[in-house]
C-alpha cells in the first residue's frame, strides 16, 4: 500500500518561492507516474506537474510552466515541487498523487493521494 506525505507549504510573498516535498511509502515501485495538483476554494482541482518514473518525462499546466519544477529522489523516495516566482494565483492546497498511468492531468486516474498542504501567497 503506497502513502504520500506532503510538506513545505506555507506563506510567501509573490514572486517569492517554495519547496513541496512528497515523502512516498510503501509499493512505489509499480507507480509509474507521480503528480501535484492543487485545488483553491471553490475552483475543481488541477494538474500542476507531474514526472514518469521510468522515462523520467516531466509536464507542466501552461500556468506554472518555467516557474514550478518537479523532480524526484529516488533514494529518498521522495518527489518535490520547487515553485519560484509565485503569484498570488498559486494559492491553494497542493497534493500529491501516485498512479499507474492515463492522462496525468486526469485526478481520476490516480489512486493514492496525501492529505495536501497549504500554500498561500500575498501580495
Known amino acids: 500500500q503506497v502513502q504520500l506525505v506532503e510538506t513545505g507549504g506555507g506563506s510567501v510573498q509573490a514572486g517569492g518561492s517554495l519547496r513541496l516535498s512528497c515523502a512516498t511509502s510503501?509499493?512505489?515501485?509499480?507507480?509509474?507516474?507521480m503528480a501535484w495538483f492543487r485545488q483553491a476554494p471553490g475552483k475543481e482541482r488541477e494538474g500542476v506537474a507531474a514526472?514518469?518514473?521510468?522515462?523520467?518525462?516531466?509536464y507542466y499546466a501552461a500556468s506554472v510552466k518555467g516557474r514550478f519544477t518537479v523532480s524526484r529522489d529516488s533514494a529518498k523516495n521522495t518527489v518535490y515541487l520547487q515553485m519560484n516566482s509565485l503569484k498570488r494565483e498559486d494559492t491553494a492546497m497542493y497534493y500529491c498523487?501516485?498512479?499507474?498511468?492515463?492522462?496525468?492531468?486526469?485526478?481520476?486516474?490516480?489512486?493514492?493521494w496525501g492529505q495536501g498542504t497549504q500554500v498561500t501567497v500575498s501580495s
Open positions: 510503501g509499493s512505489t515501485y509499480s507507480m509509474n507516474v
Open positions: 498523487a501516485a498512479g499507474y498511468g492515463g492522462t496525468w492531468t486526469r485526478a481520476a486516474d490516480y489512486g493514492t
Open positions: 514526472i514518469y518514473t521510468f522515462s523520467r518525462n516531466t
